[in-house]
């Protein structure tokens, strides 16, 4: 049985105050939950100190939103996989549709960036996802496997199972509207069968999450269809009782 891993993404949002206000309620509410989801937050780097602080008390783990692939060197303003390793983040999100339109993130960088993130023990949570205009010419699928070859290309099976991949359908990210519970699990499915195809059996413990509007209303029928495991949360993550109910969902 694969578990359910349920993410948040704050994208650009929150200063350390504000990060105070959010984990008071949080905290409390996570404090007498025990639940078998693994949960994480993926923060902005200068709220990873004050999250983890407040998160000591959880079982919630703390990730961040993008990383450079070099170890170190002249690459100002990025941050390195050994730097997040060093300051005990777990999780990284990369490849975001977001990093992919507004900053130049390509197929061959979130492969460099993914395996660096492998070499450092970090937990990647890789994003494909097809635009509107894909999903209206009928392309999703041969969209997104070529996302996911060239991001898993040069990985062993054994690093291939421990990436977990966000199926983000771009046209549901901020927009208010999600994938039906039908055409999310479908793509999960079929990314599933392509990541049985290159690494074998390894498929079946792979996480794929669904992320696009996940909200407390809708997160339970979205993960628990058979091939959804879990899901990336951007704006319903930024309020704590929405997001204790995200993660709580009914299984
Ligand atoms: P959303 O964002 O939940 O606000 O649609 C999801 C994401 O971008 O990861």
């Known amino acids: 049985m694969r578990k359910k891993v349920i993410a948040g993404n704050w994208k650009m949002n929150k200063t350390p105050v504000e990060v105070i206000t959010f984990m ?3 905290v409390e509410l996570m404090k007498n939950k025990k639940t078998e989801n693994e949960i994480v937050l993926c923060v902005p780097y200068i709220d990873v100190i004050i999250t983890q602080q407040f998160l000591e008390e959880t079982n919630v783990k703390v990730g961040v939103q993008n990383v450079h692939f070099a170890e170190s060197g002249a690459y100002t303003g990025e941050i390195s996989p050994r730097m997040l390793d060093g300051i005990g983040v777990e999780y990284v999100i990369i490849g975001h549709s977001e990093r992919r339109q507004y900053f130049n993130e390509t197929d061959e960088s979130v492969n460099k960036k993914l395996k660096a993130a492998l070499a450092h023990n970090l937990k990647p949570i890789v994003c494909v ?4 205009d894909q999903r209206t ?3 999703t699928k041969e ?3 070529s996302q996911v070859r060239k991001a898993f290309e040069g990985l062993s099976a054994e690093d291939a199972e421990k990436t977990i991949i966000a199926y983000e359908p771009i046209w549901a990210i901020g927009t208010g509207k999600t994938a039906s519970k039908e055409d999310a699990n479908e793509v999960c499915k079929w990314i599933r069968g392509e990541i049985n195809t290159l690494f074998g059996n390894v498929s079946e413990n792979i996480i794929i999450q669904y992320g696009g509007s996940v ?3 809708n997160a339970a029928e979205l993960f ?3 091939d959804i495991d879990g899901g ?3 704006g319903a993550s930024l309020d704590p009782e929405e ?3 995200i993660v709580n969902f009914d299984a």
Do not use: D
């Open 129 to 132: 996802g097809e635009s509107l």
């Open 224 to 226: 628990n269809m058979p």
């Open 232 to 234: 990336l949360v951007g």
């Open 143 to 145: 969209f997104v496997t």
């Open 215 to 217: 909200k407390a209303a």
């Open 137 to 139: 010419a009928g392309v």
């Open 243 to 245: 997001f204790f109910k």
């Open 24 to 26: 008071r309620s949080f």
